[in-house]
């Protein structure tokens, strides 16, 4: 991977992290178009994504703080400690399939471009669905609602498959506000993303650098998705918040059957 690849792919990846329209398909086609698409390039996509949540919390900073406060400045329970608990069962399912499911994930990605499409037309149908679906709204998220969430970011690591689209749509058609659902989707993704991008450091330390990405690509690749990854971030939540999300179903629609095509 030659430098500037890593920079578009960087600058993909940070645009498209914050929108319901799968920065890991796009990340997937934008690495066939540029030929360096390969199982081991999982490394590059564990880097930026590291990127982006890095942004995530540079830019939510104020309201990850005020939990982390809430959380450990009282030994009463308090809205904040239910708040991080929620989030802690949430990342139950991703936890269960990134240690018992790790390699079949990994075997997904890197291969053509159909997998893709199909899930970015299965994101489609669940935005379009949480767009026109009216169910009874709740005043704050559940804890079997955070579970419910998490079982949907789990399958969400397939590559097409919005990882916000998908918890934010769940969320709604489970009743949750779309402000809730913003705030939340964006933060349960967290610690797992962290949690995958420090045991690829260490990988990278035990073993080196794959022989088809360098370590000034990875630099170049980290460097450009946290910077478009806050600008992206401190504009595109308030889209995701009030936007319609059917726009973003028919972008999904567009791009899905496009990479379909292109598969064939």
């Avoid at 949540?53 to 309201?63: A, F, G, H």
């Avoid at 419910?148 to 097409?160: D, E, R, T």
């Avoid at 045991?199 to 980290?222: H, N, Q, R, T, V």
């Avoid at 504009?235 to 999300?245: A, Y």
């Amino acid at each position: 991977m030659e430098w500037y690849e890593a920079l578009l792919l960087g600058l993909v990846q940070g645009l498209t992290e914050f929108l319901p329209v799968s920065s890991s398909g796009h990340l997937e086609i934008g690495q066939v178009l540029f030929g360096t698409a390969g199982e081991k390039n999982l490394t590059f996509a564990i880097v930026v994504h590291a990127a982006t949540v890095l942004s995530t919390i540079v830019i939510l900073w104020k309201e990850i703080a005020l939990l982390f406060k809430g959380t450990f400045t009282t030994k009463s329970w308090n809205p904040e400690k239910t708040y991080i608990a929620k989030l802690c069962v949430s990342m139950i399912p991703v936890f269960v399939v990134g240690v018992f499911f790790k390699d079949a994930v990994e075997s997904f990605f890197g291969k053509d471009l159909l997998l893709v499409g199909i899930c970015l037309l299965v994101t489609a149908l669940l935005l379009a669905f949480a767009y026109f679906a009216k169910p009874r709204q709740k005043s704050e998220i559940s804890y079997i609602d955070a579970f419910i969430i998490g079982l949907s970011q789990a399958v969400a690591v397939l590559p097409g498959l919005s990882r916000s689209g998908t918890t934010i749509a769940t969320g709604l058609l489970l009743g949750n506000k779309k402000e809730n659902m913003a705030q939340f989707s964006f933060l349960m993704v967290l610690v797992p993303i962290l949690g995958e991008a420090f045991l690829e450091f260490i990988d990278l330390i035990k073993e080196g650098a794959p022989m088809d990405i360098s370590y000034m690509s990875l630099i170049i690749g980290f460097a450009a998705a946290f910077v478009s990854g806050c600008i992206a971030c401190r504009f595109m939540i308030n889209i995701v918040k009030k936007g319609k999300l059917i726009y973003f179903a028919l972008y999904c629609v567009i791009v899905g059957g496009i990479a379909i095509a292109y598969s064939l």
